[in-house]
């Protein structure tokens, strides 16, 4: 499967069954996380069968139920620090679709996690994994008008990376990124204001990547 056509099939779910992640998959997340904390320097952590983060009352109100794996995205902490974790955090996301899994970004709906959070280091948010009860809905999404600055004749690659972009997940589904391409072909991508937008930004950039197979700066 494509990776545009696993971008259209992933939604945020937040209840999930009791039925634990196989071995073998279990292997393939672990070994993908593995190579990007070796890669980028990061410290992202899996946890498997532990409910205990999401059985505090925040969870409860954030409408979870049933979650017992869960990523915690940890890292040194940096000004681009929730970027960069946005982005890998997106790319471990759409491999554990591929792998028939369902996920969810969550950034306070849960309880303390079993990270081990070092001295430098900080946790930037969580993704609940697990196998869901449902596999959720689409977002709606603002025009691609208002994300990027939409002109006649536009590159086909860039429209690609558009389509792209406009399917990643963001918080509270606002969508506060705006995608310019330049005169001389690069592209560039801001985040708005507001909680999370940088996180955001680097889930976005990444669907971006994907879709365009060009870098966005």
Request: hydrophobic share 35%; with cysteine; proline share 2%.
């Amino acid at each position: 499967m494509d990776m545009l056509e696993l971008m259209k099939q992933r939604h945020s779910v937040r209840q999930y069954e009791d039925k634990a992640i196989e071995p073998e998959k279990r292997e393939v997340l672990d070994k993908l996380i593995s190579d990007i904390n070796k890669e980028k320097g990061l410290h992202i952590q899996i946890f498997y069968d532990e409910p205990k983060c999401f059985e505090s009352k925040i969870a409860h109100y954030g409408n979870f139920v049933g979650v017992k794996n869960y990523i915690c995205l940890v890292g040194r902490k940096s000004t681009r620090l929730d970027e960069t974790l946005g982005y890998y955090g997106e790319k471990i996301v759409l491999k554990a679709q591929e792998l028939g899994l369902n996920t969810c970004w969550v950034a306070l709906s849960h309880g303390k996690s079993n990270a081990n959070i070092g001295r430098g280091e900080k946790q930037v948010c969580i993704i609940a994994v697990g196998y869901g009860k449902s596999n959720g809905f689409p977002h709606k999404n603002k025009s691609m008008k208002r994300l990027c600055n939409y002109k006649d004749a536009l590159p086909d690659w860039f429209i690609k990376g558009m389509d792209a972009a406009m399917l990643a997940p963001t918080a509270l589904n606002q969508q506060k990124f705006f995608i310019e391409l330049q005169s001389d072909g690069t592209v560039w991508a801001r985040a708005g204001s507001g909680f999370y937008t940088k996180i955001d930004l680097g889930i976005v950039k990444y669907h971006f990547e994907i879709g365009s197979q060009k870098r966005i700066l």
